[in-house]
């Protein structure tokens, strides 16, 4: 499976961004897919993350109640909107996607096969 993030951008503190990851290969349904993110100097934390058969969401507490994931299995996309967005959310943001995560797995990076490149997120206040 490959991975393309994108959507990224600059955004004033409380502006919103979409970001999309579109996967080419594999049977994509089968498929969890995160968001993580890394700013500078710090360590990958996950953001999000959406189950491929029942769309089941999964969110970090920094991020619950401003970011929703989405899926749409037709088109290959995973879909994480962002609203109200701050300073503290500024890092790269990356998607992955790995078909045997359970659920106390999904929140850790390195249990995710596949990676996207990342997409720049920049909240200037």
């Known amino acids: 499976v490959q991975l393309q993030a994108s959507g990224g951008g600059l955004v004033q503190a409380g502006g919103s961004l979409r970001l999309s990851c579109v996967a080419t290969g594999g049977t994509f349904s089968r498929y969890t897919v995160g968001w993580f993110r890394q700013a500078p100097g710090k360590d990958r934390e996950f953001v999000s993350a959406i189950r491929g058969s029942n769309s089941i969401t999964y969110y970090a507490d920094t991020v619950k109640g401003r970011f929703t994931i989405s899926r749409d299995n037709a088109k290959n996309t995973v879909y994480l909107h962002m609203i109200t967005l701050r300073p503290e959310d500024t890092a790269v943001y990356y998607c992955?996607?790995?078909?045997?995560?359970?659920?106390?797995?999904?929140?850790?990076?390195?249990?995710?096969?596949?990676w996207g490149q990342g997409t720049q997120v920049t909240v200037s206040s």
């Open positions: 992955a996607a790995d078909s045997g995560l359970i659920l106390s797995s999904l929140r850790l990076s390195s249990q995710y096969d596949y």
